[in-house]
């Protein structure tokens, strides 16, 4: 009978720290009606939280606008948005919890993507098991889109597409260039980009005359300038980092390698190598997928500067293209939700995948497999500065280069 | 002592029973986090053979669980094979690589054992990171399971749960054994060990391999779950550091010590999380370090003897000299 009675006691205490448990969950779910939710499992803490909060703070920045102006309209009734977070403590495991749980507890309308292709992938497939579309500024691997996954939605270009902009650009010059040289650093984003830049540039005709790979971190240039100036071909791309950048164009002009173009992905948009080279880095093109300095119509903002501007004073740092990429996220879904004209997932899904909107971060069109056509831009540094001269630039593109000697 | 043995058969029944039940009347997400504390569970337990019992701090677990998991995904997704030939390779491969770095990584003692399988478990994410067949850094896809939503949760629940059961089972036996005995002994006084005839090495070996085997299955039921695998975060530290803290938490070098380890941790790190976003690593911590001074013996010390209290508390204390 005691034990009987002890193990009544002790099944009562039991029951009721799981009650207990179970039942925190269920406090936080008083929402109002007219409330559409976001869920994002995002860095908080962690290896990732510091680009995390890019995303959060752009996230925020989008909501806070779009509630401030009259929230989303769907058909004739507003709602508000509002974004359920949770700190994914930069892990895959956890993250993909979270987007369980924002689902199956926190019933969110959608859901915003996390930061990283690593983390990115198995929230997408949670999205996918459920059917609820997912739109992600923070993961550009194509691993993401490679599954045929139609629930994921990115905003950040392919690797591949980064030179995109440029190829096209030298079809606009007279003669059209012929022979490319592309030279890349050995780490997995610059490859990628190689990669894909060979693939556009023999789809489009150009003769890829030297294809060649570097150490990252390389200092010395000087057989892969003995090459080219063999070759001499006509355009010159290289996929690295500032420091090989750098060393690269110093060498060119010592051994007088002189291409009618040369363009590199990390460096002539950076202010440092403008400074240490001087006047020296005149006309060497650069890309990117998004800075500052552009100026787009936007959607939520006016235009480009309009948000730099509003960002800066709300936030104090300069927005780079990971917070435009997540303000780009937030409008696409207010845009889908307001045409599809209802919130069930399946028509918000097909909306996005039709979205063709002008954000303060470009146009925004998603391809066949979820990720956002290449919207990489053409830069060239004119008179110490840097403008962007493709596609529409404030500046013409100087073309060719003047060779090293002729410059004053 | 029989009606004792009475209380703790049927008090064990009925929390299985709620156990196994549970999924049952729960939503998803309570589904998915169950699995995940079962996994832990497992994982601590497995840690428990090494750690616990055999004495041997092992600070590179999650190479097992890495090992179980990339099995798993390159032969379902490469070789086509169905989950259950993948599932027990996860476990035999973790297993038999426990036994091939054990023969000269068990010769360490104390910190250097601990330090030499921290090494293997990067050094097999860097190796992962750049093969080829496991698709390098950028990670790998498995198949998709394919059942219903709720059939899925209900899947990745029972295997884990089935797996848990095993682990314990196996470890109970083991514990009843000769070998378990063997075990303690080495824990207590390896050369005292040695010399009475016991012989140490291919006991520390078994203990690793079993090690192994547990994590190696989680591991792969892990993998097949998310479905897609990554160097970084299959061979984290992290992960093993979560093992030994549920392990130590509960109560190292007893059967049952690992599993409350690592249900009140997962229990504690979710309930925190839900109400500090950011700061609940800060009081998870705190909690963790007022554990560990408070109950060095763990929560299934309180539990099985019955004490809770101040007194308890500096009894502690006092004994530990902290």
């Known amino acids: ?408 | 002592m029989e009606k004792k043995k009475l209380q703790y058969a049927l008090i064990g029944g009925f929390i299985l029973l709620i156990v196994v039940l549970f999924p049952l009347v729960s939503n998803n997400f309570i589904i998915r986090f169950g699995t995940d504390i079962l996994m832990f569970a497992i994982m601590a337990s497995a840690w428990n053979i090494i750690g616990g019992y055999t004495g041997y701090a092992s600070f590179g677990n999650v190479v097992f669980f890495g090992i179980g998991g990339y099995i798993t995904a390159i032969l379902m997704e490469k070789a086509g094979m169905h989950f259950a030939v993948a599932y027990l390779a996860a476990g035999f491969g973790a297993a038999l690589f426990a036994v091939l770095i054990g023969l000269p990584v068990l010769r360490l003692h104390g910190h250097y054992f601990a330090i030499a399988t921290l090494g293997v478990a990067e050094a097999m994410k860097a190796l992962v990171q750049n093969l080829e067949i496991t698709e390098g850094n950028s990670g790998i896809y498995l198949p998709m399971l394919d059942l219903s939503i709720k059939g899925q949760y209900y899947f990745f629940f029972y295997m884990m749960l089935g797996t848990l059961i095993l682990t314990l089972l196996l470890t109970y036996l083991v514990l009843n054994a000769k070998l378990g005995y063997s075990l303690i002994a080495i824990r207590e006084d390896e050369d005292a060990a040695n010399s009475v005839g016991i012989n140490t090495t291919l006991s520390k070996t078994i203990a690793f391999a079993l090690s192994g085997f547990f994590t190696g299955l989680a591991g792969s039921i892990y993998a097949y779950q998310q479905a897609f695998l990554k160097p970084g975060p299959a061979f984290s530290v992290q992960t093993t550091v979560k093992m030994i803290v549920m392990a130590v938490f509960g109560g190292m070098g007893k059967l049952f010590g690992p599993l409350i380890g690592a249900f009140s941790i997962e229990i504690i790190s979710e309930t925190l999380s839900n109400y500090f976003l950011v700061a609940h690593t800060l009081f998870f911590g705190t909690v963790v370090i007022l554990a560990i001074v408070f109950t060095p013996k763990g929560l299934i010390d309180m539990i099985t003897q019955r004490k809770f209290g101040i007194s308890y508390f500096l009894e502690n204390i006092r004994e530990h000299r902290i």
Request: with cysteine; proline share 4%.
């Open chain 1, 1 to 408: 009978m005691i034990i009987m009675k002890r193990l009544l006691k002790n099944f009562f205490y039991g029951f009721l720290t799981i009650g207990l448990v179970l039942s925190f969950g269920h406090f936080a779910q008083a929402a109002s009606k007219s409330v559409i939710k976001l869920g994002c499992a995002i860095s908080f803490t962690g290896g990732e939280s510091r680009t995390g909060k890019l995303y959060r703070d752009s996230y925020d920045m989008a909501v806070e606008q779009i509630n401030k102006n009259g929230g989303v309209k769907v058909g004739n009734q507003t709602y508000q948005l509002k974004i359920v977070y949770y700190d994914d403590e930069s892990d895959p495991t956890k993250s993909s919890k979270f987007v369980e749980k924002l689902i199956a507890e926190d019933k969110v309308n959608f859901l915003l993507g996390p930061y990283s292709s690593g983390i990115t992938i198995p929230d997408s497939l949670v999205a996918q098991r459920y059917k609820v579309p997912m739109i992600e500024g923070g993961g550009a691997s194509g691993k993401i889109f490679s599954r045929g996954n139609k629930y994921i939605f990115g905003t950040l270009p392919p690797a591949g597409q980064y030179f995109k902009s440029t190829l096209e650009m030298l079809k606009t010059f007279n003669p059209v260039p012929k022979t490319i040289a592309i030279l890349y650093s050995d780490d997995k984003f610059d490859i990628s980009v190689a990669e894909g830049t060979e693939k556009l540039a023999k789809e489009m005709g150009f003769d890829v005359a030297l294809y060649e790979k570097y150490a990252e971190r390389a200092t010395d240039f000087s057989s892969i300038l003995t090459k080219i100036k063999a070759l001499n071909t006509d355009v010159v791309l290289v996929a690295g980092h500032t420091e090989e950048s750098l060393n690269f164009t110093q060498q060119a002009k010592e051994l007088n390698v002189n291409p009618k173009l040369i363009s590199m992905t990390v460096g002539p948009s950076e202010a440092d190598f403008r400074k240490s080279l001087g006047k020296d880095a005149e006309y060497i093109f650069g890309v990117a997928s998004w800075s500052t300095q552009m100026n787009f119509k936007g959607y939520l903002f006016k235009d480009t500067q309009e948000f730099v501007k509003e960002f800066k004073a709300k936030y104090n740092y300069d927005p780079d293209y990971h917070n435009a990429s997540g303000i780009a996220d937030v409008a696409v879904f207010k845009d889908a939700i307001e045409r599809a004209g209802s919130l069930n997932k399946e028509k918000v899904r097909a909306a996005i995948a039709s979205t063709k909107l002008d954000t303060i971060y470009g146009t925004v069109e998603f391809s066949e497999n979820g990720q956002i056509k290449g919207t990489s831009v053409a830069l060239q540094i004119l008179g110490g500065e840097i403008y962007q001269v493709y596609p529409n630039g404030a500046k013409k593109p100087v073309y060719p280069f003047p060779s090293w000697k002729t410059r004053k």
